[in-house]
């Protein structure tokens, strides 16, 4: 297959080379994806907008199922030579992709090479560095990139007579009000990326020795202190006193008591704006993830979930330069600022965000700046983000255990003990997958 | 038995062939490929691997973890088995018995076999969800407060329901047929010898049902271990958290969620062990007890 794609390449050059420019053959590349409904039409527009933008150059995008699915085709496909020329890979598999040295093109080498002038301040605070190596080289092009806020219910609020809590300190102190107007104060979609990921970035803690595993995967180890364990033992309180709901690990179980005008807070990602506005009756609003004022030093920055575009290696320059003309499209401020409203996932760049607050849009839409103001707080040395591999199993220990948490199987001191035991054997295991 | 002899020798290999390649193909060449990738740690990708003997089997079988897992792919077996072969043989002898309006009768029970384990999951996943499920409004009658995703007996117990109620078609089919072939003057002259039709179930029926019994047996515990992934997968939505698993779904979960090569290719071997040993255990010594005619 690669060498009938090398072929045919080499006709369409002939073909170019022997006939005028009017009949001009246009070289492919392609995208696989993991964004469904509403954000693969999105996608699909954006493909189209640069296929029309010029004629070098074809993108065709392909649904690929969940983020796990698409990893795992794109790694078949790898290891069978017909890999995509960009692959969308998510947050917690971006160890994988990134440790597998010679798997991609850095999205930076990609662009430079193309004579893309890039420089990596020109993206915003919590992105900028999150698929990044250790020596600040930007590997994967981050593509829908949220954060984790706080969604709150106006109607409930009001009802309670309270505003929504900067802080756990403040949370605590207005639940039983919600809860006293027939709300379940609080409930949230994803613990090891709210509650664990970002907690330690909102509180600048430490979250793996080894740089946060930027610095490599041998020996890398999870650290976990007093701050989280206090956290989740008071979550565990809140929601013996009904001030808190779980409805277990999967995302929409937990928002739809949200939706359904049930719960009154509700964390989830910046980028779940487009469907909340879309699907509940009631006013809402955003606003920044809380924090607990009693740790030193909190109140930082957090950093993004979602996924980035990585360029695959083994592509003839032809298209890799396609590649990189498909990164600059993607990246300016025009489409980032579409995405951004379609979607509500972050912009990515400085530029897009000065052209989405000239344009006035947080102006009717304030709570869609919430994310990227967040993002931009000031950082810390634990704020850019973290580097793990066999992360997805790692967050599978952490749902488990919290899951325990809840139903009151374990301690938090427990679940602790054996979240770092089986993470770090997870962590030990991935080191030896690279052969070193 | 009489011999029959082919003309050439090469015939009933020619004719063993396409057999022969399939199971080599599909079967013993990627065992094989799984057996020698349970001894390494590799890299997804292919760039990388490291030799690591029997970790990958130390590891695996020294987590918690997995220990829990096997624990409920075992009770969970029991319980898919027992419970769809006896519920069948029930509705089987009940409707072996009707006379009028039997072929619809025996029709409503069939139809379910025609669903596909992932649709029967998802109506599961209907039926209990924590939100809208009408059976947990129904439960909720009862006072049990089920919650499919947060606790670990609910979601058991939903899983258990969905498997039986996509099992007991098939083995209702092969009961009837099973019955069927009984022959009258067998049981006319049971019930001339004894009046209790209990009595005449289990000691005239039943060991007549016995082939047809052992062979099921085989079918469902096959089913309970391998088939039901499509049902675990829909109900725990590919996020398996503090929920049941199967043996089979972690090593999909490792394999091909986590990329996790060597982990779950040591997790598939097991698995390919205790299915043989599975095999030796129930033709050396349940197919003994069983009396073909």
């Known amino acids: ?352 965000y000065e052209l989405a607050k000239t344009d006035g849009y947080y102006k009717e839409a304030p709570a869609a700046e919430i994310g990227i103001k967040q993002l931009t707080l000031p950082g810390g040395d634990w704020t850019k983000g973290y580097r793990m591999g066999f992360y997805v199993q790692i967050r599978d220990v952490m749902n488990r255990e919290y899951g325990k948490i809840m139903s009151g199987e374990t301690s938090v001191e427990d679940a602790f003990k054996t979240i770092e035991a089986d993470g770090n054997k997870l962590l030990e295991r991935f080191s030896k997958t690279t052969g070193n | 038995m009489k011999k029959v002899q082919f003309r050439s020798w090469w015939i009933p290999y020619a004719l063993l062939l396409p057999q022969l390649a399939i199971v080599t193909i599909f079967f013993l060449w990627p065992a094989a490929e799984a057996v020698q990738s349970s001894f390494y740690l590799e890299d997804p990708f292919g760039f990388g691997s490291t030799f690591v003997g029997l970790d990958n089997f130390t590891d695996m079988l020294t987590s918690t973890d997995y220990g829990r897992v096997a624990r409920f792919t075992g009770v969970f077996t029991l319980f898919v088995t027992f419970l769809s072969l006896g519920i069948a043989l029930l509705l089987a002898v009940k409707a072996d018995k009707v006379l009028r309006g039997a072929s619809t009768y025996k029709t409503l029970l069939m139809w379910v076999y025609a669903v596909a384990p992932p649709v029967a999951g998802l109506i599961g996943v209907l039926l209990f969800d924590q939100h809208v499920g009408p059976l947990v409004d129904f439960f909720a009658l009862f006072g049990w407060k089920m919650q499919i995703g947060v606790n670990y007996f609910d979601t058991s117990f939903a899983m258990v329901t969905t498997a039986v109620w996509k099992q007991i078609p098939v083995n209702f089919i092969f009961f009837l047929s099973g019955l069927q072939g009984i022959s009258k003057s067998v049981q006319e002259a049971a019930s001339i010898d004894c009046r209790s039709g209990m009595r005449r179930f289990w000691t005239v029926t039943f060991p007549l049902l016995a082939p047809t019994g052992f062979f099921l047996l085989i079918i469902n515990i096959t089913y309970a271990f391998f088939d039901t992934f499509g049902i675990v997968d829909v109900i725990v939505k590919n996020e398996p958290g503090n929920n049941p698993v199967t043996l089979v779904y972690k090593v999909y979960l490792d394999g091909f969620r986590g990329n996790d090569l060597g982990g779950s290719s040591a997790q598939s071997v097991i698995l390919m062990a205790m299915v043989f040993v599975l095999t030796v255990i129930q033709f050396r010594l349940i197919e003994r007890r069983v009396h073909y005619t």
Request: glycine residues 10%; negative net charge; charged residues 20%.
């Open chain 1, 1 to 352: 297959m690669a060498y009938r794609k090398t072929v045919a390449s080499l006709v369409a050059a002939a073909a170019l080379v022997g006939t005028s420019s009017a009949s001009y053959a246009a070289t492919d590349i392609s995208w696989w994806h993991a964004m469904g409904g509403r954000l693969g039409e999105v996608v699909v527009d954006i493909a189209n907008g640069y296929n029309a933008s010029q004629d070098a150059c074809k993108i065709t995008p392909v649904f690929k199922g969940t983020y796990e699915e698409t990893l795992t085709a794109g790694i078949a496909a790898f290891r069978a030579g017909e890999q995509p020329n960009v692959l969308q890979v998510f947050d917690a598999g971006a160890a994988t992709i990134i440790g597998a040295k010679g798997a991609v093109i850095p999205a930076q080498d990609i662009l430079e090479n193309a004579g893309v002038a890039f420089n990596i301040e020109d993206y915003i605070d919590g992105v900028r560095y999150f698929y990044a190596d250790s020596d600040g080289k930007m590997i994967g092009m981050p593509f829908n990139s949220s954060t984790p806020i706080l969604y709150t219910n106006e109607d409930a609020l009001k009802k309670a007579g309270v505003e929504a809590p900067k802080t756990w300190e403040e949370f605590q102190e207005i639940a039983p009000k919600l809860k006293e107007a027939g709300y379940v104060p609080l409930a949230q979609s994803h613990l090891p990326w709210i509650f664990t990921e970002n907690f330690k970035s909102r509180h600048n803690l430490q979250f793996a020795t080894n740089n946060n595993g930027y610095d490599g995967a041998k020996d890398t180890k999870l650290v976990f202190g007093d701050p989280i364990k206090n956290h989740f033992t008071a979550v565990k309180g809140w929601l013996d006193d009904g001030l808190f709901g779980y409805y277990g690990t999967g995302w929409g179980d937990n928002q739809t008591p949200f939706n359904e005008g049930k719960v009154a807070m509700w964390l989830g990602s910046s980028g779940s704006f487009g469907g909340i506005s879309k699907t509940v009756e009631f006013p809402f609003s955003a606003t920044y993830l809380p924090y607990w004022d009693a740790v030193d030093g909190a109140g930082t920055g957090t950093f993004i979930g979602g996924a980035a575009l990585f360029s695959m290696a083994g592509k003839p320059d032809e298209e890799n330069k396609c590649v990189a003309s498909f990164f600059q499209y993607l990246t300016s401020p025009e489409v980032q600022y579409m995405w951004h409203k379609e979607t509500g996932y972050v912009p990515i760049t400085n530029a897009a």
